[in-house]
């Protein structure tokens, strides 16, 4: 990625002398953005453009091209990108629309097969183009005079992407790069961001994503570059409806938002809900010094809004220093009557200009307090221009030093110098939650880059049994296992399933439930129907030989009547599973990340509660206790109202197998233990329904 951010020349086809053509105006923003490599415009009129001589083709440049910008109609690209390669250029940005995203997918694939022949990279189609500040290059037809500054942006949407440099310049936010990336026919998010994780310019990437295509490659370069730069995404398509205008806007799916989000979080990435949160964080995360510890003070002359800091701060995740003998030595001196020295730190609203500094220093030199929101409720004690050189001077001696966040509230001159303030780069806010919402997420950070890293050591799994049992039942014609494979792979990976067997005839079926000892439970098995319990297919806690027959009997009708044409092939017959917390394991092939794992509250009501946590696979055994601690339902394996503490280890250790099995075994589709029984610590854990689907091919491999 190099030589598409650093060219020694850039050739534009469909370079015009026209200023209300995409290609004039790339060749003048490469112009005023001061860029010194060599320009080639090309244009088969000939020509000139802003004092540069257009030549018909590449074979009329006589230097070699890093980078070939292509600004002309859909139909002529293949041929451009052709003639690029012949000349040996290294990368080729799309600008043309008219590819993927209006279906048109069969050139798309043709124009990037014919690049690869060159060894040649693709960006776009349908992209702005490239701004890159190290090389003062604006190769894209959006504004000019960008600020150079510590801000990457990586945006799959060209428009919103154009608006957004706009939209830096009017927040005064330097940036070190913007890319756009469109259809991501080949360059994707995970390439770029192997150049600017170490870019040395920049210190917080934003990205803005529409739809994941590689998201298992995205997801392993996004470990990595969190825990050396602040990466703060935004997603579209978290709504089914916002999800289906992302598909068609850019031909790329959206995926599941769940998903999506759990992954961002297990990478460290920072997720916006809005692109404004994203400006205030990448603002504040660009210049905001790393902290030395956890412990936040608030200091404010209002209690009211002091209250407020506090809300936020529980909601964000920042620590409140409470140590109040401390507190009480910083800010006693410095305290006017009726004050309070508790976090929040209240100098009242009877307090000056010279209490506020004198108390926003005592919190500076405390190596305890690692942090500071400072709050201001306008009262007619200060005067706001006053008021206004006191945190410039107060902000220049904590920049390097601590992370701060200002908020002013008040009437038409406050707002007015809050504009002023934030133009200079202080980070001054009207709302006390944006502020604090700034500094939670540079702990966000900061926690991630302090986190030790995944584990990649890998348990060895029993692979080819797994795989021969699966194409067994592929050569049957099945994309799916009978309960009797599903608990044969179970118990290869280790996990306790409870005894069973299948009975192909009511009589087998007594004799099971004799030989196993009641109470027993009955489930039917047929290819035909998956969701036992929907069809009428399970009968549990039955405690002798009569009420078996009733159940066979019973099972037989309901799933007839549920599916008239299903082929049963028996029922199960096995042990009845003594009560415990039940959990739901589950492990997919996700369409936008690949190898995914997921734990939640389980039994029945898994699909109305809806109470899981997802993770990229594979995962560690620290990376699934947190995925069980983010549960709603954690405190039931905590133990409640008396009951014992459950083995947690003993699930963490069945979510790392399915985590590892699926990332393993990339055929296997679906795997779903509900439920995993939980039972008292050192008494492991049961799983009592495993259900398997795996891509059926002609040779599973």
């Not at 469909?14 to 923003?29: H, L, P, Q």
């Not at 500094?439 to 991630?448: D, K, M, T």
Request: proline share 4%; net charge negative; hydrophobic share 45%.
């Amino acid at each position: 990625m190099k030589r598409l951010f650093e060219p020694r020349s850039i050739a534009v086809f469909g370079a015009s002398a026209n200023a209300a053509k995409i290609g004039y105006r790339i060749v003048e923003n490469l112009q005023i953005g001061g860029y010194e490599g060599t320009i080639i415009p090309i244009n088969p009129k000939g020509g000139e453009v802003l004092g540069l001589p257009m030549v018909s083709s590449l074979d009329g440049a006589d230097v070699d091209i890093d980078v070939a910008v292509v600004a002309i109609p859909a139909r002529f690209v293949f041929d451009a990108v052709v003639e690029c390669g012949r000349k040996g250029v290294k990368h080729v940005v799309i600008i043309s629309s008219g590819f993927s995203e209006i279906g048109n997918l069969d050139e798309e694939n043709r124009i990037v097969d014919e690049a690869r022949k060159y060894g040649m990279r693709i960006l776009g189609p349908n992209v702005f183009g490239v701004y890159s500040d190290v090389a003062s290059m604006n190769a894209t037809f959006g504004p000019s005079g960008i600020l150079p500054g510590h801000v990457a942006i990586v945006t799959q949407s060209g428009a919103l992407g154009i608006a957004m440099i706009g939209k830096t310049a009017a927040e005064s936010l330097g940036l070190s790069a913007v890319v756009s990336v469109g259809n991501k026919s080949d360059v994707d998010e995970a390439d770029l961001l192997e150049y600017l994780g170490r870019d040395d310019r920049t210190r917080v990437i934003l990205l803005y994503i529409e739809g994941v295509k590689n998201g298992d490659r995205l997801e392993q370069t996004l470990r990595w570059v969190t825990r050396r730069k602040h990466v703060v995404v935004i997603k579209s398509g978290r709504s089914k409806r916002g999800a289906m205008a992302a598909a068609s806007h850019t031909g790329s799916l959206a995926g599941a938002d769940e998903v999506f989000d759990a992954v961002m979080k297990q990478c460290g990435a920072l997720r916006a809900e809005s692109v404004q949160d994203a400006f205030h964080w990448v603002q504040y995360l660009a210049t905001a010094p790393t902290p030395d510890g956890k412990d936040a003070v608030i200091v404010t002359n209002g209690g009211g809004i002091g209250v407020m800091a506090t809300d936020a701060c529980e909601k964000h995740d920042v620590a409140l220093f409470d140590d109040q003998k401390c507190l009480h030595d910083a800010f006693a001196p410095v305290m006017p009557d009726f004050g309070s020295s508790k976090n929040p730190v209240d100098l009242t609203g009877q307090a000056s200009a010279d209490d506020y500094q004198k108390a926003l220093d005592a919190a500076l030199v405390e190596p305890r307090m690692h942090s500071v929101i400072a709050l201001y409720c306008e009262t007619a004690l200060f005067d706001t221009e006053q008021f206004g050189e006191l945190l410039r001077e107060t902000y220049a001696r904590y920049q390097e030093k601590k992370p701060i966040v200002f908020t002013l509230f008040g009437g038409a001159k406050i707002e007015a110098l809050v504009r002023e303030l934030r133009a200079e780069g202080i980070p001054v806010f009207a709302n006390v939650y944006e502020a604090v919402s700034c500094l939670g997420v540079l702990y966000r950070s900061w926690r991630v880059h302090r986190a030790p890293a995944l584990d990649p050591s890998a348990p060895a799994l029993p692979t080819a049994p797994i795989r021969e049992i699966l194409a067994e039942a592929g050569r049957e014609g099945r994309g799916f296992l009978l309960a009797d494979e599903a608990a044969a792979v179970a118990k290869s990976l280790g996990m306790t399933m409870p005894r069973s067997t299948v009975a192909g005839n009511l009589r087998d079926a007594v004799e099971a439930a004799e030989t196993i000892g009641y109470p027993v439970v009955l489930k039917v098995v047929s290819k035909d129907i998956i969701h036992k319990s929907d069809a009428g297919g399970v009968a549990l806690d039955l405690e002798s030989k009569d009420e078996v027959i009733d159940a066979y009997q019973a099972i037989l009708r309901s799933c007839r009547a549920y599916k008239r044409d299903a082929k049963i092939e028996g029922v199960e017959v096995a042990e009845m599973v003594r009560s415990g917390v039940e959990i739901i394991i589950g492990a997919r092939q996700d369409p936008s990340f690949g190898p995914t794992v997921m734990a939640g509250l389980g039994g029945i009501y898994v699909e109305v509660m809806k109470d899981v946590a997802f993770r990229a696979a594979p995962v560690d055994r620290a990376m699934a206790l947190q995925m069980l601690a983010e549960l709603r339902s954690f405190p039931l394996l905590l133990g409640v109202r008396g009951e014992a503490r459950k083995d947690m280890d003993a699930v963490a250790d069945v979510i790392v197998t399915l985590s590892h099995l699926v990332d393993q075994c990339r055929e296997l589709t679906d795997i779903e233990i509900n439920p995993l029984v939980a039972y008292d610590l050192g008494d492991g854990a049961m799983a009592v329904d495993v259900r398997i689907l795996f891509q059926n091919t002609e040779e599973v491999r």
